[in-house]
C-alpha cells in the first residue's frame, strides 16, 4: 500500500517542524565548546620558556589549554578571579609556574578546589630551590602537586594523567 506525504510536502522533504526555541539557542551559543582543560598560570612573561613545555605536552595529549600570566603579589586579585572561577569556566586542573619565593601555586590552591600542578621556576640566585620549598612545602589543608625545578613537561603529562584517570 502507498503511503501518501502529508498534503503540501515534497517526497523526502524534512517534515519536521521547525519551533524557534530561542532559550535553547541562546545556551547553545554560550556553551564554549572548545572550551579549554587546563590553565597554565605563571607568575611572569619571562617564565613562558621555561613553562612552554607544559603546553607541549597537554598538545600532544590533545588536551586543550589556556595560559595566561598573573602574579600572586603583583596582581593578587587577577589570581583569585581566575582561580575563583577556573571550575565554572570548566577547568580540571591548573599548572601554575613561577620563580624566586613563587607563591602562586599556593595562592592558586587558597582560591579553587582544583588539583593543582606546581612549577618550580629556576631564578637567578637560588637555582630555583626557593620556588621549589615554596610549592613542595605547602602546609597542610591547601594541597600543591609539585613537580621538579624547570620541570614544567611533566606538569603538564600529570595533567593529561588526571583528566584521563
Ligand atoms: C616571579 O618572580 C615570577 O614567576 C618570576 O619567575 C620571578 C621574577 O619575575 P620577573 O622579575 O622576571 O618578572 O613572580
Redesign the pocket.
Known amino acids: 500500500m502507498e503511503i501518501a506525504e502529508p498534503e503540501g510536502t515534497k517526497p523526502g522533504a524534512e517534515t519536521a517542524t521547525e519551533v524557534p526555541m530561542p532559550e535553547v539557542e541562546a545556551a547553545f551559543e554560550e556553551i564554549e565548546v572548545d572550551a579549554p582543560l587546563v590553565g597554565i598560570i605563571?607568575?611572569?612573561p619571562?617564565?613562558k620558556q621555561k613553562m612552554q613545555p607544559a603546553g607541549e605536552a597537554l598538545h600532544e595529549h590533545g588536551i586543550r589549554y589556556e595560559v595566561r600570566v598573573m602574579?600572586a603579589?603583583r596582581d593578587p586579585e587577577k589570581v583569585r578571579a581566575y582561580c575563583h572561577a577556573a571550575r565554572m569556566r570548566g577547568l580540571k586542573v591548573i599548572i601554575a609556574g613561577?620563580?624566586?619565593s613563587?607563591a602562586?601555586p599556593g595562592v592558586a590552591a587558597a582560591h579553587t578546589d582544583l588539583p593543582v600542578i606546581g612549577v618550580p621556576?629556576s631564578?637567578r640566585n637560588l637555582g630555583g630551590l626557593d620556588a621549589l620549598l615554596s610549592a613542595v612545602q605547602m602546609p597542610p589543608g591547601v594541597p600543591v602537586g609539585c613537580v621538579a625545578i624547570d620541570g614544567a613537561r611533566n606538569a603538564g603529562l600529570l595533567a593529561a594523567r588526571i583528566i584521563n584517570a
Open positions: 605563571m607568575g611572569s619571562n617564565d602574579s603579589h613561577a620563580g624566586m613563587a602562586l621556576v631564578g
